[in-house]
């Protein structure tokens, strides 16, 4: 399966909203509501955002949803802040994962 | 706490072999859909494999099917990954992965810290 595609970097000043897009198929982001986010800080491991397109685990701020459209899923980030700077990944469970080629958002 | 712990990695020739253990703890680990995931230096995420709660069913990302066998131990709870035919493009870190619920595994709820696999001359 190829990647989802997502942008190479976006970025927002403190306290303004970003959205990173994830576009697939209908044979994966389409599909099914399997879509999930994760965010990666340097030299650390994947952290879940949100699964099944929406929800977000315990612990995890409100500032931080989901959402999708077709076969274009999206994460946003609300009210950004100085450690939301990473690298986000969205994936897709279709019977097997496909992640997304990776957003870094930068905190202007 | 869900803690898993990779161990393994190295620096392996082409065409060598090697194999990758997870120990899991914190968790009934025997419950879980568990998989390996890769990312190579500077690159995305890349999943690799993922094996059941009792290991009945098995997937592999076609760049690794063939090559690569995901195997668990329920009894010590440890995941493990045998690496054959080892390839300069698997050179990455491989992190240890969790499934967020045990019903579907549609999420990866928890993953280890990684171990480094270089594979070169």
């Known amino acids: 399966q190829s990647a989802l595609t997502q942008p190479r970097s976006v970025s927002g000043s403190p306290g303004q909203s970003v959205t990173i897009s994830c576009t697939g198929t209908s044979s994966d982001v389409g599909g099914y509501n399997y879509v999930s986010w994760y965010q990666q800080h340097p030299g650390k491991a994947p952290k879940l955002m949100i699964y099944?397109?929406?929800k977000r685990p315990s612990g995890v701020p409100d500032r931080f949803s989901g959402s999708k459209s077709g076969n274009t899923a999206s994460l946003t980030i609300s009210g950004l802040q100085a450690e939301d700077e990473a690298d986000y990944y969205c994936c897709s469970y279709a019977g097997s994962y496909v992640f997304g080629t990776g957003t870094k958002v930068t905190v202007l | 706490q869900v803690q898993l712990v990779e161990s393994g990695g190295g620096l392996v020739k082409p065409g060598g072999s090697l194999r990758l253990s997870c120990a899991a703890s914190?968790?009934?680990?025997?419950?879980?859909?568990m998989s390996w995931i890769r990312q190579a230096p500077g690159k995305g995420l890349e999943w690799v494999s993922y094996?059941?709660?009792?290991?009945?069913?098995?997937y592999y990302a076609d760049s690794v099917k063939g090559r690569f066998t995901i195997s668990r131990d329920n009894a010590k709870n440890s995941l493990y990954l045998q690496m054959n035919s080892l390839r300069a493009e698997d050179t990455a870190v491989y992190y240890c992965?969790?499934?967020?619920?045990?019903?579907?595994?549609?999420?990866?709820?928890?993953w280890g810290q990684g171990t480094l696999v270089t594979v070169s001359s």
């Open positions: 914190g968790f009934t680990f025997s419950d879980y859909y």
């Open positions: 992965a969790r499934a967020q619920i045990v019903v579907v595994p549609a999420a990866i709820g928890y």
């Open positions: 094996i059941s709660s009792s290991g009945s069913t098995i």
């Open positions: 099944d397109v929406s």
